[in-house]
């Protein structure tokens, strides 16, 4: 089965430099989650979004940004590095459906995109 | 506000023994809980789930939890540890309904098999 898709799975910056991750969710899947897991910590979440459109918030920093295109792909942009943005970072994707719908949403998890600023 | 705690950043178990990694959460409602496990330079893989209905649920790999909510816990068990097994562990809630599909994470515990 197609699993969540990152890339690219490592990249080395500077500091001060820009970069930016991919995500290439599951199939028919309609919201996307970033996470943030520093070295030793346990994830953290960044960012989602829900067809298209931020729908929910985390601790991410005013340096990032992110958005969900069309073909629900995401990419996470990170400017203005800085050492502490080293870390490996999550994309998961899951099929919310309707919001109207309390319903059960497994996130699926890629396999993470390392990020080493030096 | 929801959160979770891991008691035990390391625990060590032989090969064989049982495991019992620990896991509470704090939620003024009932949320979906998760188990994931992470190998070493890899990805977060699912274990298992709580959402509703039984309360003792089993995953993959031998392993399964059981939500006490008069506890507030959802401890994972393996009744026999297997050299394989040894990774970090990561208990996770969701909100129940609502817009908010985030996890919260716990602080993860690494578990050591010995042979």
């Known amino acids: 089965a197609a699993g969540v898709i990152q890339s690219p799975r490592h990249l080395i910056k500077e500091k001060r430099e820009t970069a930016t991750l991919k995500c290439y969710p599951i199939p028919r899947h309609d919201t996307v989650y970033w996470y943030q897991q520093g070295p030793g910590q346990d994830p953290q979440f960044l960012i989602s979004f829900y067809e298209k459109m931020q729908s929910d918030k985390g601790s991410i920093p005013d340096r990032f940004s992110a958005q969900q295109f069309s073909d629900y792909h995401s990419e996470l942009n990170m400017s203005s590095l800085e050492l502490g943005d080293s870390a490996l970072y999550f994309c998961?994707?899951?099929?919310?459906?309707?919001?109207?719908?309390?319903?059960?949403?497994?996130?699926?998890f890629g396999p993470g995109t390392r990020l080493t600023v030096l | 506000a929801q959160s979770v705690t891991q008691l035990g950043s390391h625990v060590s178990v032989s090969e064989g023994a049982l495991v019992l990694l620990r896991c509470n959460y704090s939620?003024?409602?009932?949320?979906?809980l998760f188990w994931y496990v992470q190998y070493p330079n890899q990805g977060l893989q699912l274990l298992l789930k709580?959402?509703?209905?039984?309360?003792l649920v089993k995953g993959i790999n031998g392993f399964e939890a059981e939500f006490k909510k008069s506890e507030t816990s959802f401890h994972l068990t393996k009744p026999s540890a297997h050299m394989s097994d040894a990774a970090e562990y990561f208990c996770a809630v969701r909100m129940y309904g609502g817009a908010t599909n985030k996890l919260i994470f716990g602080t993860g515990t690494l578990l050591a098999v010995q042979p």
């Open positions: 709580y959402t509703t209905g039984a309360t």
């Open positions: 998961a994707s899951s099929l919310v459906g309707s919001w109207r719908e309390s319903s059960y949403n497994e996130q699926f």
């Open positions: 939620s003024s409602v009932p949320p979906y």
